[in-house]
């Protein structure tokens, strides 16, 4: 049996800690996520949320889980472009040439 399998034996329609799930099975609780992508690219109704993770009883839960995805997905990818636009400005700064000072009681630093 995968561990897939013995994950998907775990889900009911009561939810489950991933850290649970990880205690039980003998894994890390970065297996058990890895597992439950693939049983949800499978074609399973595996619902998360706070309080765990379980099955989908009915079409209706499988929607609202995916519409919240779907609004996690678009709050990380802001989050992710606000992040690279930093980067790039740290960047420039970073590579920026020094700032040379005027020596004192030259025309530059009194012109300035």
């Not at 009883?57 to 929607?63: G, K, M, P, S």
């Not at 519409?67 to 992710?80: E, G, P, V």
Request: charged letters at 30%.
């Amino acid at each position: 049996m995968t561990d897939a399998e013995r994950v998907l034996r775990l889900l009911t329609n009561a939810s489950v800690k991933q850290a649970d799930m990880a205690f039980v099975l003998g894994l890390s609780t970065r297996q058990v996520q890895e597992c439950l992508q693939e049983l949800r690219l499978a074609g399973h109704p595996i619902l998360s949320d706070g309080d765990g993770i379980r099955t989908a009883q009915t079409a209706d839960e499988a929607r609202a889980c995916a519409d919240a995805l779907r609004r996690r997905l678009r709050s990380q990818y802001r989050t992710y472009r606000a992040l690279r636009n930093t980067a790039r400005a740290m960047h420039r700064a970073e590579n920026r040439p020094p700032e040379i000072e005027a020596p004192e009681g030259s025309l530059w630093r009194i012109a300035s």
